[in-house]
């Protein structure tokens, strides 16, 4: 597997507390994302990076927030959680050449439950 | 953003070729297609990219239609374990951003 780590791997929190899901990599690759996946769905992207300090929307951002403040982290923050970001979380890198074009590699995932 | 149709699911023999379809009919000529796949709720793996020439590596071949509205993806050699959801991708050009579809769930079977 390449070098990606995301924690925790498995979160059970309440309705309106914050949770901070964290991915960490030790390839040094450029480009980071956040996804989900729920059944019936395929991956939808949250956000991504394009560099520290880096970040742009995807698909489905609305309730999540993310920061990037060294190449090998991306933290993505539910402010509030709600029990509709029930899900598995992906975090993914790609740009091993610093470019686009490169393939991706996924971490395991981290399942979030909000009870 | 380009986007993928992919049929929901197929079958294959173990064996046997498995040939998974993608259309991507509002490609801009930018654009690379990828392929990854899903092994039950692992994270996706990365199986093939190209541009616009067929490409093989030791996974499976791409083959781009010369309009490159369409590609197929060919596993030549289809075992139980290539059992997974498949999804075809069009990388957004200059965003870097991989927008999945809902891919192609393989099934192969004895």
């Known amino acids: 597997d390449a070098g990606i780590t995301q924690s925790p791997r498995h979160k059970v929190t309440e309705t309106g507390t914050p949770v901070t899901l964290r991915c960490h990599q030790t390839e040094n690759h450029r480009y980071m994302y956040w996804y989900r996946q729920d059944p019936g769905h395929g991956l939808r992207l949250i956000h991504y990076s394009y560099g520290v300090k880096d970040t742009d929307k995807g698909e489905v951002s609305d309730g999540y927030s993310v920061s990037r403040s060294k190449t090998e982290d991306f933290l993505l923050t539910l402010e509030s959680a709600t029990s509709s970001q029930t899900s598995v979380y992906f975090c993914?890198?790609?740009?091993?050449?610093?470019?686009?074009?490169?393939?991706?590699?996924f971490g395991q995932g981290t399942r979030l439950t909000v009870v | 953003d380009a986007k993928t149709t992919q049929p929901p699911s197929m079958d294959c023999a173990e064996g046997r070729a498995a040939n998974l379809p993608c259309n991507h009919s509002?490609?801009?000529?930018?654009?690379?297609v990828y392929w990854y796949r899903q092994i039950h709720s692992q994270g996706p793996q990365y199986i093939i990219h190209g541009l616009k020439n067929n490409e093989t590596n030791e996974m499976a071949s791409l083959i781009i239609t010369e309009d490159r509205k369409s590609s197929t993806l060919i596993l030549p050699h289809a075992t139980l374990r290539d059992t997974a959801v498949y999804y075809c991708i069009v990388r957004v050009a200059n965003t870097d951003k991989l927008i999945f579809g809902t891919g192609t769930r393989l099934q192969v079977f004895p």
């Open positions: 509002t490609i801009s000529g930018n654009e690379y």
């Open positions: 993914a890198i790609s740009g091993a050449t610093g470019g686009p074009n490169t393939e991706a590699f």
